[in-house]
């Protein structure tokens, strides 16, 4: 006698059904990955990024400052003054006026970028199948990019200005945008692996049976 196997049930479907882990993390990428445009964005449009002494330098301008007695217990501040010039070779350092520039176009186009993949990656969600899968994955190429792209415009930056630079001399902006590179190099690899996790849980309605 041949054992016939029977199915007994419903028949499987093609694609499981979303599981709320995966939902939860890829929800949590694309929330991540706009927020670090959003830092990317401020850094880049403010650009005030270095401040050496009485020298202010960024992307876009460099600033003297000059200094300003406070009415506060005789406290001592620095104000912007009106010498502030978009020739950044005056500041005096070799390749700065063609470093700068380069700097800040690259950076702004790893912006550019990561808006097409943070683009991409929310229509994967509202489509299926083959097409889903492709958006998904070239919107996480494109953010690994802006955050290869993003760290070579900070890394421009830091050896042209490397000898003014210090722990305590970068603002605020700076760090916006290198908290904004380190997370477009962790939401890229996050989004190219979500794709490799195996399902953890069977597909439901679906047993065998002898």
Same mark, same amino acid.
């Given at each position: 006698?041949?054992?016939?196997?029977?199915?007994?049930?419903?028949?499987?479907?093609?694609?499981?059904?979303?599981?709320?882990?995966?939902?939860?993390?890829?929800?949590?990428?694309?929330?991540?990955?706009?927020?670090?445009?959003?830092?990317?964005?401020?850094?880049?449009?403010?650009?005030?990024?270095?401040?050496?002494?009485?020298?202010?330098?960024?992307?876009?301008?460099?600033?003297?400052?000059?200094?300003?007695?406070?009415?506060?217990?005789?406290?001592?501040?620095?104000?912007?003054?009106?010498?502030?010039?978009?020739? %950044?070779?005056? =500041?005096?350092?070799?390749? +700065? *006026?063609?470093? /700068?520039?380069?700097?800040?176009?690259?950076? #702004?186009?790893?912006?550019?970028?990561?808006?097409?993949?943070?683009?991409?990656?929310?229509?994967?969600?509202?489509?299926?199948?083959?097409?889903?899968?492709?958006?998904?994955?070239?919107?996480?190429?494109?953010?690994?990019?802006?955050?290869?792209?993003?760290?070579?415009?900070?890394?421009?930056?830091?050896? %042209?200005?490397? =000898?003014?630079?210090?722990? +305590? *001399?970068?603002? /605020?902006?700076?760090?916006?945008?290198?908290? #904004?590179?380190?997370?477009?190099?962790?939401?890229?690899?996050?989004?190219?692996?979500?794709?490799?996790?195996?399902?953890?849980?069977?597909?439901?309605?679906?047993?065998?049976?002898?």
């Amino acid at each position: 006698m041949t054992a016939i196997k029977i199915r007994v049930g419903a028949v499987p479907r093609g694609k499981s059904t979303p599981l709320f882990l995966d939902l939860f993390c890829r929800s949590l990428i694309i929330l991540c990955t706009f927020l670090s445009v959003i830092l990317s964005s401020i850094a880049v449009c403010d650009g005030h990024w270095l401040l050496a002494g009485r020298h202010m330098f960024g992307l876009w301008y460099f600033c003297s400052l000059e200094e300003q007695q406070g009415s506060v217990l005789g406290s001592q501040s620095f104000k912007a003054s009106s010498n502030c010039t978009r020739h %950044l070779e005056e =500041a005096g350092v070799d390749g +700065l *006026g063609v470093g /700068l520039p380069a700097c800040r176009s690259v950076i #702004a186009l790893a912006v550019v970028s990561a808006i097409f993949g943070l683009e991409l990656l929310v229509m994967s969600q509202a489509s299926e199948g083959r097409d889903s899968s492709r958006r998904w994955t070239f919107g996480a190429r494109l953010v690994l990019l802006a955050g290869g792209m993003a760290a070579g415009g900070i890394a421009t930056f830091v050896l %042209l200005l490397g =000898a003014f630079a210090t722990l +305590l *001399g970068f603002t /605020l902006t700076f760090w916006c945008q290198f908290t #904004a590179t380190f997370l477009f190099f962790l939401n890229g690899m996050a989004a190219r692996h979500i794709q490799h996790i195996e399902p953890l849980l069977p597909f439901s309605g679906h047993s065998d049976k002898l």
